[in-house]
């Protein structure tokens, strides 16, 4: 179980159990992951592997909140410097089914820390009978990930509730707000975003929002693209779209904007 | 990038900070508050590295309730202050030292108001009046030349607008809005938030 070796590697020390004096059935037990402890000598001072292969930073992920709920949107390229190592990744994925977190930074770090955090909360809502708070998730998540900052860690996260949307990142910030995008492709969408966003849209209109946003960004990042992923959360649960192809989102934009001839599949 | 600024009067101290919690190029907030309630009459204004701020600040922030706790009384805004700088000093020389410029503004019942200035080499001064950021370098001789000792929360308010005046005049970022809040005797009051339009 490569968790527990990683974790028994870089002295990452749980404290003690506390149980609750209450004659309840359920013991509280408390792990809390040390604070303020960061990976010991042995990480800085080993020998340093070479990498080999840049690791994969570039995306573009938002979310949103309108009269609607919580639009969650990203691409799906994984790029690895100047290769694109995977053209289909999930970045949006569900912890439990009203949340879901996008992600960006390092797929492989992504990938673990939405597992562990997953596993986390289903922990706690085991233990407590109860579901944690999107508030205290983020928190959690950010107390985590606080031993490894200053390290190659790099995690940025979109934690989207139905009516919340929380930002963490391994650099130990933790915001919450209205509308995030984050990722090399995020200024191309906050600029579409910024300009049209309102609480009032519909539903349709905000997902042709998003998947406009995306499609903008993907067009000039070149670290994001492929497709887009869309999911919507609402009181009743998240539900996401087919995922699309943003080919045809181009193609269909230049064809409204008159500089695309679909009969002669010329583009000018 | 960011901003803060503190003035103390007889009977009252004054502090402002900006909104922006920004990451590389982009505002990811413009309503970001960045002070933190020590107790009933301190307030802690806290910037510098990301993660840096909010972790130390709480760190502070929870430290000081569990001394109102434990020994049934609050500390005093020097005491506070000092504790802090101590917390600064100590984790500097350490593989993970904080990365944090404070101030912190209280009103004590027996000594009256006080301006702490902090910075992340733990250095701890009491000034009439003090600044971070930037911004700083183009307020501070403004503050210099029209600050009194015995000024009113009038003249302290005019003072701060000044000052964002300035920024607004001849900082080359964006600062367009700004919490200020009030201590005295009575306590913390919030004071309207400072806006100016974009530039």
């Given at each position: 179980y490569t968790v527990s070796v990683f974790t028994e590697s870089l002295n990452f020390k749980w404290r003690g159990e506390m149980t609750s004096?209450?004659?309840?059935?359920?013991?509280?037990?408390f792990h809390v992951p040390?604070?303020?402890?960061?990976?010991?000598s042995r990480a800085s001072h080993s020998v340093s592997v070479r990498r080999p292969f840049p690791l994969s930073h570039g995306t573009t992920t938002l979310g949103f909140i309108f009269q609607g709920g919580v639009i969650a949107a990203a691409d799906t390229r994984a790029s690895a410097g100047g290769l694109?190592?995977?053209?289909?990744?999930?970045k949006i994925t569900p912890i439990h089914s009203h949340l879901v977190v996008t992600s960006s930074g390092s797929g492989a770090d992504c990938m673990l820390w939405e597992r562990i955090l997953t596993r986390e909360i289903r922990l706690y809502q085991l233990r407590h009978k109860r579901r944690l708070s999107i508030r205290g998730t983020a928190k959690l998540l950010s107390l985590m990930l606080h031993p490894f900052k200053?390290?190659?860690?790099c995690v940025a996260l979109t934690l989207c509730g139905w009516d919340k949307l929380i930002y963490v990142c391994s650099d130990g910030a933790r915001l919450q707000g209205d509308i995030f995008s984050v990722g090399s492709g995020s200024p191309y969408a906050y600029g579409v975003l910024d300009r049209s966003l309102s609480w009032s849209l519909n539903k349709e209109e905000a997902i042709l929002l998003a998947r406009e946003a995306v499609f903008r960004a993907t067009h000039r990042d070149a670290y994001s693209g492929n497709n887009v992923d869309l999911f919507h959360v609402t009181a009743e649960g998240w539900r996401q779209r087919q995922r699309e192809d943003l080919k045809e989102e181009y193609y269909r934009d230049m064809e409204k904007r008159g500089l695309y001839n679909k009969t002669l599949f010329l583009a000018i | 990038m960011e901003y803060l600024i503190g003035i103390q009067g007889p009977d009252f101290v004054l502090v402002a900070a900006d909104n922006v919690a920004a990451s590389s190029i982009i505002q990811?907030?413009?309503?970001?508050?960045k002070m933190f309630k020590l107790s009933e009459k301190i307030l802690l204004l806290c910037v510098g590295e990301a993660g840096d701020t909010v972790q130390f600040a709480e760190y502070i922030q929870k430290n000081v309730q569990l001394y109102k706790m434990r020994n049934g009384y609050e500390l005093s805004p020097s005491a506070a202050a000092n504790f802090t700088r101590k917390n600064l000093a100590d984790y500097l020389r350490s593989r993970t030292p904080y990365h944090v410029n404070l101030l912190l503004a209280g009103y004590d019942d027996a000594d009256g108001p006080g301006l702490f200035y902090m910075d992340y080499l733990s250095s701890l001064a009491k000034a009439p009046f003090a600044a971070h950021g930037y911004g700083a370098f183009l307020t501070l001789s403004i503050l210099d030349r029209?600050?009194?000792?015995?000024?009113?929360r009038e003249e302290a308010m005019n003072i701060l607008r000044k000052c964002v005046e300035e920024l607004n005049k001849?900082?080359?970022?964006?600062?367009?809005s700004f919490n200020v809040r009030l201590i005295d005797k009575d306590g913390i009051h919030d004071m309207e938030k400072l806006t100016v339009g974009a530039k």
């Open positions: 004096k209450k004659a309840s059935d359920v013991p509280l037990e040390s604070l303020f402890k960061r990976p010991s694109v190592a995977c053209p289909a990744v999930h200053g390290t190659d860690v | 990811m907030k413009h309503d970001y508050d029209d600050y009194k000792p015995d000024l009113t001849r900082f080359i970022l964006n600062l367009h």
